[in-house]
């Protein structure tokens, strides 16, 4: 009985009623759409760390992270490589070889960190063999060819085929230099990173720096899913615990730290969002109970008893936040739905967000967790804002009410 009231009494004054269902769709609406904003922001930014970047697990002899020690080798690197393959939950292996070198060209010189990679095995850890804007990748030049980051290509001034010059440290610590050409450029979303790798085959960079046998510095591995990472690397440990095994989330911390100021930002944000329509509900039910004075008068003198009458008038509160946030809810899935697959554009902030290493352009995404989260947060502050309206109301004087005009 209740129910079926609360719902009529809500509609005997259609346009206030629109007008607070629209405030609280309107709210829930750009709650959730900025929420699967930033969580597909976020999200590509990972995606590109673990896929472009890191991979999800680094694996390198102890103190390697800390001193870059070029003669701290993975010992029995081969055999490490093909033991880590027999996981199941690993898809691609990467062995390779890392060291500080400057690189010139007839115009200019930088600082960078040369990589030593085999492509077969690179291209099952990483998707960089897709950012190739220009030429192949390790393919077209015979000896000696290198892979470098398009902002590296324009600031030394050099394009497909040019030859550049690489000074690096021996392993005996003697300096030396040798002549490369470019065999392709690409371009990710992280332009420092762009700067500063530049990718050879790991048999000409063994030439160079005058290395026998098998040697390597890192072992980059990609797992078959996300969010597994804790649990494969503390598998590789107890196998290797002569060996230091970190997951992305420790070699780039910031990330991590990213993404976890998000979650809390995001419900920061939506608290904001539903404070204010609290407030707006709040004002809008007190008007209803002035308005309906007598009638709440003439009720509790045929009877009603007071917790029906709480109930009632936050039954209908409920209804409104219910109404309201479902079109909310539903009119952000559908605006998320087409973004998802069109994607935001922000290239006009294309220089700052790359420089950050971030895409310009964004897929919102939500999982539905979040979704019934939001849901569940409306529902509970329809009931917190009904709270102090219905005791108002139980609060009246039937006698005194009868008698308002």
């Given amino acids: 009985m209740i129910w079926s009231i609360s719902w009529r009494n809500i509609w005997r004054s259609k346009t206030r009623s629109l007008v607070i269902i629209s405030a609280i769709a309107l709210g829930i609406f750009a709650g959730v759409f900025i929420i699967a904003f930033l969580y597909g922001w976020v999200n590509q930014r990972i995606d590109n760390v673990i896929k472009t970047e890191v991979s999800h697990i680094q694996i390198h002899q102890r103190e390697y992270m800390r001193?870059?020690?070029?003669?701290?080798?993975?010992?029995?690197?081969?055999?490490v490589r093909d033991e880590i393959l027999e996981e199941k939950e690993v898809q691609g292996v990467s062995a390779r070889l890392i060291s500080n070198a400057m690189i010139a060209s007839a115009e200019s010189k930088s600082g960078i960190q040369l990589?030593?990679?085999?492509?077969?095995?690179?291209?099952?850890?990483?998707d960089l063999h897709t950012k190739i804007v220009a030429g192949k990748y390790f393919e077209g030049i015979k000896r000696n060819p290198v892979v470098i980051g398009q902002k590296l290509a324009k600031k030394l001034n050099v394009k497909l085929r040019s030859k550049i010059v690489l000074t690096i440290s021996e392993l005996d610590g003697t300096l030396t230099k040798a002549a490369f050409r470019i065999a392709?450029?690409?371009k990710t979303s992280n332009t420092a990173n762009d700067e500063l790798k530049v990718y050879a085959l790991a048999k000409d960079m063994k030439k160079?720096?005058?290395?026998e046998g098998e040697i390597t510095h890192e072992i980059a591995i990609l797992l078959n899913k996300n969010n597994i990472e804790n649990k494969v690397v503390q598998q590789l440990q107890n196998k290797f615990p002569q060996l230091e095994v970190a997951p992305w989330t420790t070699?780039?911390?910031e990330i991590k730290m990213i993404n976890e100021n998000m979650n809390v930002m995001t419900y920061v944000f939506v608290g904001i969002i539903l404070l204010a329509l609290g407030f707006g509900i709040i004002n809008t039910m007190l008007m209803v109970i002035l308005e309906r004075i007598k009638e709440l008068g003439m009720i509790m003198a045929i009877g009603m008893n007071k917790l029906k009458i709480f109930l009632?008038?936050?039954v209908e509160t409920v209804y409104l936040a219910i109404v309201g946030g479902s079109i909310g809810i539903v009119l952000?899935?559908?605006l998320i739905t087409i973004t998802h697959k069109t994607g935001i554009d922000l290239s006009v902030w294309t220089e700052g967000l790359q420089a950050t290493g971030f895409d310009t352009i964004i897929y919102p995404e939500i999982q539905l967790m979040e979704v019934l989260k939001v849901a569940l947060l409306v529902v509970i502050t329809g009931i917190i804002a009904s709270i102090y309206p219905a005791r108002k109301a139980i609060k009246l004087n039937p006698s005194e009410a009868l008698r308002v005009d």
């Fill in 208 to 211: 160079v720096i005058k290395a």
């Fill in 251 to 253: 070699l780039i911390p």
């Fill in 184 to 186: 392709g450029i690409y």
């Fill in 115 to 126: 990589i030593g990679v085999t492509p077969e095995e690179e291209q099952k850890v990483t």
């Fill in 312 to 314: 009632m008038i936050v």
């Fill in 67 to 79: 001193t870059n020690d070029v003669h701290r080798f993975i010992p029995s690197a081969q055999k």
């Fill in 332 to 334: 952000a899935v559908i």
